[in-house]
């Protein structure tokens, strides 16, 4: 038996009223996550984020089709569907066509594909895939702890979540590589997508936060999912084993940049929502950090002294006291093995 066919077999729906309006985020307490409705007129095409459990998701939804971007953690797949089915009356599953998008391969935005293997097409980068099937271990013990932290929960969204997740530890024991792995990969690095009425630019511009980034485009919302090529007010992950390029990383977010105006609404992989000034925050944030790690090897300073060295222009980011070491230990890192 395939892997998808086995996620497939083990995940339902369970039933939820239908009758809800348009969503807002605070007009859903009943939701896994905190929903944005993000289109400016209210018009039949929207488009929300998703926040919480991972890097922020987008919906966009336009008649009957819809488009996922981006997966959270495990084992929330089935979670994801829930929220859509609650705060948008909106089933997924019985869509005239759903795509799901995966901006790369990291395991809070693709942890849940299980719940979307085999029934929708999940899309991502050729080398987003050869990595998502990789490291599907880490799927299932990421899984089994989120099961055995819900069970312990008790307070409402505890209980709440406990209830969706439950019984799921057989089906976390089932998963392999197929559970988690794209249906489809992009064909080239500049591809348009259409699903239905709803029509999306992919770019992928090399190797940046990972090296399978794709940021995701609506022409008509004006809406950009970045991926994890922007963290916004949030010290950016630096993963040198997944392909992590700080010259890449500017150029990258350089290009993103290209398709944007003064209006455009940005979803950073995590944070808040932005525009163009929060990109360009990041770019300063990269070109500077890079080259005071290169400064730190030219000088023989040690990693244990560069990653300890204050940030004060940075004191309003989040996730100082884990990211950053990393963001500033990956960079010395890189500056070394460039250095003779
Ligand atoms: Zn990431």
Known sequence: MTAAAAGAAAISLPRIALARPAVTSSDNPGTNFIWT?????????????????????LIFRKEGF???????N?????????????????????SD??????????????????????????????????????QFENYKKAAAAAIRQANASTDEAGKRRKNQ?????????????????????????????????ITLLLRHFGA????????????ELNVLHTGDLLFNKVWPYVDRAGGFSSTGWINSLSRTL??????????PGHGDLTNRSGIRALIDLLLSQSQRAR?????????????????????????????????LGGMYDEAKAFTP
């Open 295 to 327: 400064d730190a090897v030219k000088a023989g300073q040690s990693r244990e002294e560069f990653i300890k060295i204050p940030t004060p222009e940075y004191a309003e980011y989040a996730a100082a006291d884990w990211i950053r070491p990393i963001t």
């Open 258 to 267: 290209e398709l944007c105006d003064k209006d455009t609404i940005i979803v």
């Open 37 to 57: 409705p993000l289109s400016r007129d209210g018009a039949a095409f929207r488009a929300s984020m998703g926040t919480g459990d991972g890097g922020n998701s």
């Open 165 to 197: 997740i439950m019984g799921m530890e057989k089906e976390v024991e089932s998963w392999v590589a197929d559970t988690f792995a794209p249906t489809q990969v992009m064909e080239s690095d500049r591809q348009e997508v259409k699903v239905g009425p």
């Open 66 to 72: 819809a488009v996922l971007i981006d997966t959270k």
């Open 208 to 219: 940046g936060h990972t090296d399978n980034d794709v940021v995701v485009y609506s022409p």
């Open 97 to 134: 066509q759903a795509l799901v998008i995966n901006t790369h391969h990291h395991a809070d935005h693709t942890g849940g594909n299980h719940g979307f293997v085999g029934k929708v097409p999940v899309l991502a980068h050729k080398k987003a895939a050869e990595r998502i099937r990789a």
């Open 74 to 94: 495990a084992p929330l797949g089935r979670l994801i569907a829930n929220d859509a089915l609650l705060a948008f009356g909106f089933n997924i599953f019985e």
